[in-house]
């Protein structure tokens, strides 16, 4: 099992920043593809953003240009930039971790996005 901590989340207004970062606890996580989800209340947890071992990133269509997947395998850190952040960003988001049929969660951090 591969622990996750999230970290960086918080009260911003609109058109404001946030740094998210998920750190994992087994060096595994270079090998991973790690990603951010976000679950807004009585909605399904959602794909934010994705990043490969290779680097590869993928984006929801509703954040494509305005965040940023980012890794530091050196440091077993994931982070997530957001810019120009929106009121419909306000969700717990959530660090995951996926490697041969393990996927681990990490415990969540709320953002809200209000004026």
């Known amino acids: 099992q591969v622990q996750l901590v999230e970290s960086g989340g918080g009260l911003v207004q609109p058109g404001g920043s946030l740094r998210l970062s998920c750190v994992a606890s087994?060096?595994?996580?270079?090998?991973?593809?790690m990603g951010w989800y976000r679950q807004a209340p009585g909605k399904q947890r959602d794909l934010v953003a994705t990043?490969?071992?290779?680097?590869?990133?993928n984006y929801a269509d509703s954040v494509k240009g305005r965040f940023t997947i980012s890794r530091d395998n050196a440091k077993k850190t994931v982070f997530l930039q957001m810019n120009s952040l929106k009121p419909e960003d306000t969700a717990v988001y959530y660090c995951n971790l996926r490697i041969d049929g393990i996927s681990s969660w990490g415990q969540g951090t709320q953002v809200t996005v209000s004026s």
């Open positions: 087994r060096s595994i996580f270079s090998l991973s593809t």
């Open positions: 990043i490969t071992s290779g680097g590869s990133t």
